[in-house]
């Protein structure tokens, strides 16, 4: 099957994640059929980032987005285990400090671009600025940002400015040579509560839970909302959306690790070749190991 595919939403029509299912398909329902294949894709995505950096010609950037307990952590974990850990940075995006306040929205992410040559994956990412900041537009107010004194300034038109501003960015990474991957991990809110259960029940998982997890979960419509806005204005035909079915973990992993190694056999990939005076100097070099004594 073609996730790539079958998972894609380029922005044609608005998003209505009410309508999205959160179910694994009905083909997948072998669990050591898809760790199989999975481990597969692991394999794969292993020779893929070895010719990436190899070149040192392209960058990708993977994005994760989700609620609460969807399962960005162990994704990342488990698709990456076979990726050599100096081609491939994580960086996990938390509320702003005073300093990255202080600069532009954006100022904090830059410099967490990955180099060409890199996979870089932003577990969470500038899309909270579009979407935390929808739900607590009081977020903004307090940024002190230009002439925005109150929630009401916060509206649609401003929002609007910030997709425009993120749809640019992304462009700009395409035209300098990034490959730009935007994941949204699609988990129902009966499974966010049965995964919230088992981080309280499970001694070794109450590190994981928050009791801001639960505030947060009470604004679950409002960000349902803000995901279909957010991710209906910032998906473009060249840089899409994958919006993934998660209530079933290894299906979401599937999915993923499919798409991206699909995406990145697109790209002219290849170990570098060297010309005849590079190859003169292996010859020689070989040589001089070959005349050596112990």
Same mark, same amino acid.
């Given at each position: 099957?073609?996730?790539?595919?079958?998972?894609?939403?380029?922005?044609?029509?608005?998003?209505?994640?009410?309508?999205?299912?959160?179910?694994?398909?009905?083909?997948?329902?072998?669990?050591?059929?898809?760790?199989?294949?999975?481990?597969?894709?692991?394999?794969?995505?292993?020779?893929?980032?070895?010719?990436?950096?190899?070149?040192?010609?392209?960058?990708?950037?993977?994005?994760?987005?989700?609620?609460?307990?969807?399962?960005?952590?162990?994704?990342?974990?488990?698709?990456?285990?076979?990726?050599?850990?100096?081609?491939?940075?994580? *960086?996990?995006? %938390?509320?702003?400090?005073?300093?990255? &306040?202080?600069? #532009?929205?954006? $100022?904090?992410?830059?410099?967490? =671009?990955?180099?060409?040559?890199?996979?870089?994956?932003?577990?969470?990412?500038?899309?909270?600025?579009?979407?935390?900041?929808?739900?607590?537009?009081?977020?903004?107010?307090?940024?002190?940002?230009?002439?925005?004194?109150?929630?009401?300034?916060?509206?649609?038109?401003?929002?609007?400015?910030?997709?425009?501003?993120?749809?640019?960015?992304?462009?700009?990474?395409?035209?300098?040579?990034?490959?730009?991957?935007?994941?949204?991990?699609?988990?129902?809110?009966?499974?966010?509560?049965?995964?919230?259960?088992?981080?309280?029940?499970?001694?070794?998982?109450?590190?994981?839970?928050?009791?801001?997890?639960?505030?947060?979960?009470?604004?679950?419509?409002?960000?349902?909302?803000?995901?279909?806005?957010?991710?209906?204005? *910032?998906?473009? %035909?060249?840089?899409?959306?994958?919006? &993934?079915?998660? #209530?079933?973990? $290894?299906?979401?992993?599937?999915? =993923?690790?499919?798409?991206?190694?699909?995406?990145?056999?697109?790209?002219?990939?290849?170990?570098?070749?060297?010309?005849?005076?590079?190859?003169?100097?292996?010859?020689?070099?070989?040589?001089?190991?070959?005349?050596?004594?112990?």
């Amino acid at each position: 099957m073609n996730f790539e595919k079958q998972y894609r939403y380029i922005g044609k029509q608005t998003l209505d994640l009410t309508g999205q299912t959160t179910q694994p398909d009905a083909k997948y329902a072998d669990e050591k059929v898809i760790k199989a294949q999975i481990a597969q894709n692991i394999k794969q995505l292993t020779e893929l980032q070895g010719k990436l950096y190899a070149q040192d010609r392209y960058g990708v950037l993977i994005i994760f987005q989700a609620m609460d307990a969807a399962g960005k952590d162990s994704m990342i974990a488990h698709i990456m285990s076979g990726v050599n850990p100096q081609g491939c940075e994580v *960086t996990s995006f %938390k509320q702003p400090t005073a300093t990255e &306040i202080a600069h #532009d929205y954006l $100022w904090r992410i830059h410099n967490q =671009v990955p180099k060409r040559g890199m996979i870089g994956i932003f577990n969470r990412s500038y899309y909270e600025d579009v979407l935390v900041s929808r739900v607590h537009p009081n977020i903004i107010v307090n940024e002190h940002i230009g002439d925005i004194d109150n929630v009401d300034q916060v509206d649609e038109t401003f929002f609007k400015r910030r997709y425009k501003d993120l749809r640019y960015m992304e462009d700009y990474l395409q035209h300098n040579g990034y490959t730009v991957l935007k994941f949204f991990l699609h988990m129902s809110k009966e499974e966010q509560k049965q995964r919230f259960i088992r981080r309280i029940e499970i001694p070794s998982h109450n590190w994981k839970f928050s009791a801001a997890d639960i505030r947060e979960r009470h604004y679950w419509d409002d960000y349902q909302r803000a995901y279909d806005d957010a991710i209906s204005q *910032t998906a473009t %035909k060249s840089v899409p959306w994958y919006v &993934i079915p998660s #209530d079933s973990k $290894w299906y979401s992993r599937l999915c =993923v690790s499919e798409i991206i190694n699909q995406r990145l056999s697109q790209l002219p990939l290849a170990y570098p070749s060297l010309d005849a005076a590079d190859q003169a100097q292996l010859k020689t070099a070989l040589n001089q190991l070959d005349r050596e004594t112990d």
